[in-house]
């Protein structure tokens, strides 16, 4: 039987010694802030955008909102993350994803100051990322080896397979993995034979947004396998990429779906506009 790995546990004892890192900047008179931009109004954005208020203020961040209609120029959204990124009081700022449609989101991402870039979705941090340098690093990928280090997992000359090539998870994953010196690799959707890597594999990461994609049989006995994807099926339960029941007695140990990645997700997050405060006021 899997050892299942508390996320929301381990994001608690994260979120506790951000709250002191929070507290030694406030006595120096610093007031670490995060700024979220928000356009228009997705459900699941909001929500995010409600969760990730509530663990500014759990931790002693300032937590700013520029929240802006659906139909906004992309010239003045631009506008908006220019003057962020000028304001002397905002040590990190993301931009909440997906944007409208209109929207060209590569353009937009690219306007944040590499230094205020929460969410280390910017091509700098990316390509710093890429060349084993430090960067700040995108908050799931981070989270899911932060759950991974927690659980015992050994990295060195294991074989790591991921499942999805995105760049918000997949490739930021894949290079994590990769400078723990893990042999990677990278499965998708035009990949034949998905069961024989996903058999293969020490560490499994599953994000690709297809629920039960990956069973019990599927996988190695003793693997660590992390589920990234957050399905919600017609009856509104929610599940992961992977068959959670059918992966439990086979896995050495594995993260539910919910309270497994999610709460990294924000954990990592909050650490990231820590970090930035820190490095910003010395």
């Known amino acids: 039987m899997g050892n299942i790995i508390d996320g929301k546990g381990i994001a ?15 006595e120096r008179g610093i007031a670490p802030c995060l700024a979220v931009v928000l356009a228009g109004d997705d459900p699941a954005s909001l929500i995010y955008v409600r969760n990730k208020k509530r663990a ?15 139909d906004i120029e ?13 304001d002397e009081t905002v040590d990190a700022m993301l931009v909440q994803l997906p944007l409208p449609r209109h929207i060209d989101e590569r353009r937009v991402l690219a306007e944040v100051a590499p230094e205020k870039d929460a969410d280390g979705f910017h091509v700098v941090n990316a390509g710093l990322l890429f060349s084993g340098q430090k960067s700040v690093l995108p908050c799931t990928p981070a989270g899911c080896m932060e ?27 894949a290079m994590l993995l990769l400078n723990e010196h893990a042999t990677v690799t990278v499965c998708h959707s035009r990949t034949k034979d998905l069961a024989d ?18 069973t019990g049989d599927m996988i190695k006995p003793g693997a660590a396998v992390i589920d990234v994807g957050m399905n919600r099926l017609p009856d509104g ?9 059918s992966a439990l007695p086979v896995a050495g140990a594995i993260t539910p779906v919910p309270g497994g990645v999610g709460p990294m997700t924000i954990a990592m997050l909050m ?12």
């Open 197 to 214: 890597f996903a058999r293969s594999a020490d560490i499994l990461v599953a994000a690709v947004g297809r629920a039960g994609l990956i």
């Open 237 to 245: 339960k929610v599940v992961g990429d992977v068959d959670f029941a």
């Open 56 to 70: 500014c203020e759990e931790i002693g961040i300032l937590s700013r909102e520029v929240t802006l209609p659906g």
């Open 271 to 282: 650490q990231n506009a820590i970090d930035a405060s820190e490095k910003r006021h010395g």
């Open 74 to 86: 992309e010239d003045a959204l631009i506008a908006e993350i220019q003057a962020l990124n000028k």
């Open 147 to 173: 759950l991974l280090r927690r659980a015992g997992t050994a990295f060195r000359g294991r074989h790591a397979v991921v499942v999805g090539r995105s760049n918000i998870v997949g490739k930021p994953m």
């Open 12 to 26: 608690a004892e994260i979120r506790a010694e951000l709250k002191g890192r929070a507290a030694a900047l406030r």
